[in-house]
């Protein structure tokens, strides 16, 4: 494990050297920056308090895209999952979800309802509603008909059935559906500020782009990689080993 977080260090650190050295090959900084002055950028822009402002107000739009589609993608899932007359019915409708363009949601849905947050929150949960679905589908027809036949035969509580049961038996695919989701959740909510949100870092790219400043646009979507980075590290990993523990008794 020690060996493996080594070559991750060595590996960053051989990417931010590449960096540096190319850098300093072309020689100007208005196409590529150096690490350094993008790392000082980010400096000034925390502690002028612009970069917590719009990270703060993409985080909000990230929460509520990824919650509701995981709820509702995840009962959608499990239902089509276990009922094979709900599947024939909406697996139309999800192939077609699945196969149309990030652009065309969040361009329709600010067409229809507005340049306003429901639109933002919308275009991106109906772009990451499709893969959990698909995902918790695959859990649910994987599960074990014989333990829901044994607990309909103790006559065991819904409540009980759903959490001994049911959801440690889709907890893989939850995580799944989860980590996957967020590395696409986000760079979708950027490409809706980018377009139509006044805040947030897709919205100051946007700007730092218009200017054509190029420290400004790694400033900002470096700051916001770090961030995710960090949930994933000290979020989705520690969620996805806990969901798994059982193959290591295996």
Known sequence: MRNEHLIRLVSLGALLLAWSALSIIMADPEILPSPRSVIQKMGELWATGDLQ????????????????????????????????????????????????????????????????????????????LPLVMTLIREGARSSSSELRDLAKAYKLPKLKVLRH?????????????????????????????????????????????????ITGVLAYSLSFVFFIMLIELLIMQPFERYATRWRQHA
């Open 53 to 128: 402002k719009h990270l703060l107000d993409t985080c909000f739009r990230i929460l509520w895209a990824f919650s509701l589609a995981m709820c509702i993608g995840g009962f959608l899932g499990y239902f089509m999952g276990r009922n094979p007359l709900a599947n024939a019915w909406i697996d139309p409708w999800l192939i077609i979800f699945l196969n149309l363009p990030a652009l065309v949601l969040i361009v329709l849905c600010y067409l229809w309802i507005g340049l306003n947050e429901v639109a933002a929150i919308l275009a991106v949960t109906l772009n990451k």
């Open 165 to 213: 049961i049911i959801l440690p038996e889709l907890l893989p695919h939850i995580v799944s559906a989860a980590r996957t989701g967020l590395s696409m959740i986000w760079k979708i909510v950027l490409v809706v500020e980018f377009l139509g949100r006044g805040t947030g870092i897709g919205r100051q790219i946007h700007t730092q782009f218009s200017i054509f400043n």
